[in-house]
C-alpha cells in the first residue's frame, strides 16, 4: 500500500488533456514539494516535474505539475501516443525520521 | 551528464544477503550536494525507497528495511553499494540506484540507473 494515492489508470485520446492526481498527507505532499516521474515499459522512471511545477531540461512544456495542500496533480496536453506509460509522484515524507514515498503509479492509456 | 549502472548477481538464495554496486560517471560521487540513493521495484508494483548515503559515509536508511540494509560509498572508485540482508522472495525486485538532491527548496532524485532485476530463489 502506497503513500502517496494515485488512480490506478488514467486514458485520452491523441490531442486531449488528462490528469493525474496524487494525494498525500501534512507530513509529504503538505510540507515537500512533489515530483513527477514517467516509466515507459521496460525502463527506468525518468524524471518529469520537479519542486511541484519545474521541468527539468529537455521535458516538453506539454507536461506541467501543480500542488495545493496535501494534493498535486500532473497535466499532459497535447496527449501522444509515446506519453503511453505509468506515471509516479513522490515526496519526501518527514514522519518516521524522514523517508522518500511514492504514489502506486498511475497507467496512462492513449486511446 | 551524470550516468548511473547497477551491477550484482541476478539470482540469490534465500536467507543469503543481496550485494549491488552503482557505478557513477560524468560526475564525482565527491561533490558535495547530492546524495546517493537505493530503490525497488517489485514486479509489476510500485517503488520503494531504500536508503542513501552522503559521500561522506553518512547514511539514512527506509525504517522499514533498516535492520536489514547496509549501504556504503568508495569514492575512490565512484562508487556506492547496497547489501541487503536475509532475503526472501519478498526482496525480488528491480533494484535501482539513484542520485538525491536537497536543497532548502525542494529534493528531488533526479538521475536514475537502468535497474538490475534480483531474483531470490533456492
Known amino acids: 500500500q502506497s503513500v502517496l494515492t494515485q488512480p490506478p489508470s488514467a486514458s485520452g485520446t491523441p490531442g486531449q488533456r488528462v490528469t493525474i492526481s496524487c494525494s498525500g498527507s501534512?507530513?509529504?505532499?503538505?510540507?515537500?514539494?512533489v515530483n513527477w516521474y514517467q516509466q515507459l515499459p521496460g525502463t527506468a522512471p525518468k524524471l518529469l516535474i520537479y519542486?511541484?511545477?519545474q521541468r527539468p531540461s529537455g521535458v516538453p512544456d506539454r507536461f506541467s505539475g501543480s500542488k495545493s495542500g496535501t494534493s498535486a496533480s500532473l497535466a499532459i496536453s497535447g496527449l501522444q501516443s509515446e506519453d503511453e506509460a505509468d506515471y509516479y509522484c513522490?515526496?519526501?515524507?518527514?514522519?518516521?525520521?524522514?523517508?522518500?514515498?511514492f504514489g502506486g503509479g498511475t497507467k496512462l492509456t492513449v486511446l | 551528464q551524470v550516468q548511473l549502472q547497477e551491477s550484482g548477481p541476478g539470482l540469490v538464495k534465500p536467507s543469503q544477503t543481496l550485494s549491488l554496486t552503482c557505478t557513477v560517471s560524468?560526475?564525482?560521487?565527491?561533490?558535495?550536494?547530492?546524495?546517493w540513493s537505493w530503490i525497488r521495484q517489485h514486479p509489476g508494483k510500485g517503488l520503494e525507497w531504500i536508503g542513501y548515503?552522503?559521500?561522506?559515509?553518512?547514511?539514512y536508511y527506509n525504517p522499514s528495511l533498516k535492520s536489514r540494509v547496509t549501504i556504503s560509498v568508495d569514492t575512490s572508485k565512484n562508487q556506492f553499494s547496497l547489501k541487503l540482508s536475509s532475503v526472501t522472495a519478498a526482496d525480488t525486485a528491480v533494484y535501482y540506484c539513484?542520485?538525491?538532491?536537497?536543497?532548502?527548496?525542494?529534493?528531488?532524485?533526479?538521475?536514475w540507473g537502468q535497474g538490475t532485476l534480483v531474483t531470490v530463489s533456492s
Open positions: 560524468g560526475g564525482s560521487i565527491s561533490s558535495g550536494g547530492y546524495y
Open positions: 539513484a542520485r538525491g538532491i536537497s536543497s532548502s527548496w525542494y529534493k528531488v532524485l533526479d538521475y
Open positions: 519542486s511541484n511545477n
Open positions: 513522490a515526496a519526501w515524507d518527514d514522519s518516521l525520521n524522514g523517508r522518500w514515498v
Open positions: 548515503i552522503y559521500y561522506s559515509g553518512s547514511t
Open positions: 501534512s507530513s509529504n505532499i503538505g510540507s515537500n514539494t
